[in-house]
């Protein structure tokens, strides 16, 4: 198969926090590449740095050491060929649900896309995402898995290159989560996005990942690259497999390892 082409290269990575206790390491000397119509899940111990690598690459904030690049040039902020989408902050509770898709439309497109054309593209994602009945509905009117629906909407109505996705299904239940699991490679499917994941589900990361990316305990490193073999489309019946079940089995092992060395690291603090 074709190798494709490299798009955001964290390259020797370090973060370091200051905190009231002092310089906190949280990331050190991580390089990894995401790739042209790669899906890669961050999975690890809480507080690994997970969502710090997420904020580089959205360009909410810089490494203190080495580069994130995207096309080869440093990220040096947010924008709308990245779109992020967090597990709590995904919708504005005083807008309407179409008002909700519209919004980053018009902050980015202005002038460059006509009412027409907003419109247009707002119908299709209330459409796509099965919302169409609750166009005027407030996201309080709204169920959890119809607002993560929604959230995804917002997310992809501008049509970023790149989604950038921080435990977004880690609220809802089990059916809703799988369904939104479908809806998500169903519209990855349609519209090739490349996409960076941070999942503490090692079962999500396997059934929605090309590659998954086992974090290591504080400062983080990368453990293991893991590259998941199935091909998409992918169907539920992949997760009854003995194949999917030993793969999720060995990185579920790995990150409980990387979890006690993190649980250990607490231990020994508390107790200087
Ligand atoms: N702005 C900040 N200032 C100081 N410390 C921070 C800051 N942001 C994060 N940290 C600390 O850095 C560490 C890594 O945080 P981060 O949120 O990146 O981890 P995570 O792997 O995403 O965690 P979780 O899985 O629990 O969401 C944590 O110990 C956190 O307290």
């Keep these: 198969m074709q190798e494709s082409k490299e798009r955001i290269r964290f390259d020797n990575v370090s973060m370091q926090y200051q905190t009231p206790a002092g310089p906190l390491e949280v990331v050190r000397q991580m390089s990894f590449s995401v790739n042209q119509g790669d899906f890669i899940s961050l999975v690890g111990p809480s507080g690994c740095g997970k969502t710090t690598l997420l904020n580089m690459a959205a360009g909410f904030i810089r490494p203190t050491s080495g580069a994130v690049l995207l096309d080869g040039k440093p990220i040096t902020g947010p924008g709308p060929d990245r779109g992020v989408m967090f597990q709590e902050y995904g919708v504005f509770p005083w807008l309407t649900v179409e008002q909700n898709i519209a919004f980053g439309l018009n902050l980015k497109a202005g002038g460059k896309r006509s009412a027409q054309a907003k419109k247009e593209i707002v119908d299709?994602?209330?459409?796509?995402?099965?919302?169409?009945?609750?166009?005027?509905?407030?996201?309080?009117?709204?169920?959890?898995?119809?607002r993560q629906r929604l959230a995804l909407a917002r997310t992809y109505a501008v049509h970023p290159e790149f989604v950038l996705m921080d435990e977004p299904f880690g609220a809802?239940?089990?059916?809703?989560?799988?369904a939104m699991h479908d809806l998500l490679l169903?519209?990855?499917?349609?519209?090739?996005?490349?996409?960076?994941?941070?999942?503490?589900?090692?079962?999500e990361a396997v059934?929605?990942?090309?590659?998954?990316?086992?974090?290591?305990?504080?400062?983080?490193r990368i453990q293991e690259v893991v590259d998941i073999p199935f091909p998409y489309p992918r169907q539920h019946t992949l997760q009854d497999t003995a194949e999917f079940n030993a793969l999720r089995a060995r990185i579920h092992h790995q990150v409980m390892r990387e979890y006690a060395a993190q649980e250990a690291q607490a231990s020994a603090g508390n107790a200087n």
């Design 172 to 178: 809802l239940d089990a059916q809703t989560r799988s």
């Design 207 to 220: 059934y929605l990942s090309n590659k998954v990316l086992v974090i290591s305990a504080r400062p983080s």
């Design 186 to 203: 169903e519209v990855l499917h349609a519209e090739g996005k490349t996409v960076l994941l941070i999942t503490h589900s090692v079962e």
């Design 124 to 146: 299709r994602y209330l459409e796509l995402m099965g919302l169409s009945s609750f166009r005027k509905a407030y996201p309080k009117m709204l169920s959890g898995g119809m």
